[in-house]
């Protein structure tokens, strides 16, 4: 049976045991140990038979703009609904703080648009928003705002937002 809860800190080995193939592969970008400790109330992790079988994160980035980060699903996992499953109980949180805009950096691109998220070329906010926002030290609001020291990280993903 799958079931999606919020993470807890003895699920980060095996998060970071999920992902690190994917980081190998650079399909997700590395994340140091302290990192994922400092962020684990941002994860929802699926179990299927008690097995962790995906993770993803929500990151707020402004009032009403968040970020879906590190979604993945185990190969022995597809085609099973867990990726659905954490990205809906992503964008339900998202909904309950107020975020009306969610931002992802994905190579998953059908995915992603199956479930409301259209690719974007520009920067959606405005220049007061983007002058508050460039102030952070967040990788992943740079590469929302596609600023140049993040390149090297984005190459090859595509840029989609859904409007909530």
């Known amino acids: 049976m799958l079931s999606i809860r919020s993470a807890v800190t003895s699920d980060v080995p095996a998060i970071r045991k999920l992902a690190?193939?994917?980081?190998?592969?650079?399909?997700?970008?590395?994340?140091?140990?302290?990192?994922?400790?400092?962020?684990?109330?941002?994860?929802?992790?699926?179990?299927?038979?008690?097995?962790?079988?995906g993770?993803?994160?929500?990151?707020?980035?402004?009032?009403?703009?968040?970020?879906?980060?590190?979604l993945a699903v185990a190969e022995s996992a597809k085609r099973k609904g867990v990726g659905t499953a954490l990205l809906s109980e992503l964008l339900q949180r998202a909904k309950a703080l107020g975020i009306k805009r969610v931002f992802?950096?994905?190579?998953?691109?059908?995915?992603?648009?199956?479930?409301?998220?259209?690719e974007i070329s520009d920067i959606p906010v405005d220049p007061e928003t983007y002058a508050e926002m460039v102030r952070s030290h967040d990788e992943g609001v740079a590469e929302f705002l596609d600023l140049a020291r993040v390149k090297q990280n984005t190459l090859g993903n595509s840029r989609m937002l859904r409007h909530l």
């Open 20 to 53: 690190d193939p994917l980081v190998e592969k650079r399909i997700l970008l590395g994340k140091e140990l302290v990192e994922l400790y400092e962020s684990i109330q941002e994860f929802v992790v699926a179990e299927l038979d008690g097995e962790l079988v």
């Open 55 to 70: 993770f993803g994160a929500l990151h707020v980035m402004w009032r009403d703009l968040g970020e879906v980060r590190t």
């Open 104 to 118: 992802c950096l994905t190579f998953e691109r059908d995915f992603f648009a199956s479930h409301g998220f259209q």
